[in-house]
């Protein structure tokens, strides 16, 4: 059974860091691509990362690029989203994704964890 | 402003059928097929329904299709249930930096 467990969130202060980890099992994890989406509260799901299943590429959003960076460890089968220089418009949930084949097509979605930025 | 246009919500009764609509443009929706539509309950993760335009992960019910016609995809649900009461959002592969993108997101009502 595939899983993908978040964890990392919270509460952070504008301008902090935090780094979001996403544990994943049941499938081959250093075959697949991953991402990460957000969805801010009471808002609709926006894409913020992805990763390919080597980790030598990299995508972002316009709106986190500079800010994130996505990694991920094979040997650990762990995906991580490390967000710098936060702002109020970060908080949301953010959801890690197992990516099936191409993009957009995000087969498993983790429970999601929450980021709140406030002061 | 989302990259792609859902109607905000649809509204239907049990047992009928309803079509909910994605516009893009040629950078996404209308020049690949590659996309995709979510169900997402209230509180709970996504769930993928559609996949590379019109096809079905296993496990989801075959009332569920997809299509697309010119920069305009469309997820239609036959059968109406009372399940299906959910938020729905289209995404695409872009040829812009940003790789991805979705729609705003339309909330289905089962009368």
Known sequence: E???????????????????????????????????????????????????????????????????????????????????????????????????????????WGQGTPVTVSS | QSALTQPASVSESPGQSITISCTGTSSDVGGYNYVSWFQQHPGKAPKLMIYDVSDRPSGVSNRFSGSKSGNTASLTISGLQAEDEADYYCSSYTSSSTLVVFGGGTKLTVL
């Open chain 1, 2 to 108: 595939v899983q993908l467990v978040e964890s990392g969130g919270g509460l952070v202060q504008p301008g902090g860091s935090l780094r979001l980890s996403c544990a994943a099992s049941g499938f081959t994890f250093s075959s697949c691509a991953m991402t990460w989406v957000r969805q801010a509260p009471g808002k609709g799901l926006e894409w913020v990362s992805a990763i390919s299943a080597s980790g030598g590429s990299t995508y972002y959003a316009d709106s986190v690029k500079g800010r994130f960076t996505i990694s991920r460890d094979n040997s650990k089968n762990t995906l991580y989203l490390q967000m710098n220089s936060l702002r109020a418009e970060d908080t949301a949930v953010y959801y890690c994704a197992k990516v099936r084949s191409y993009y957009p097509t995000f087969d498993y």
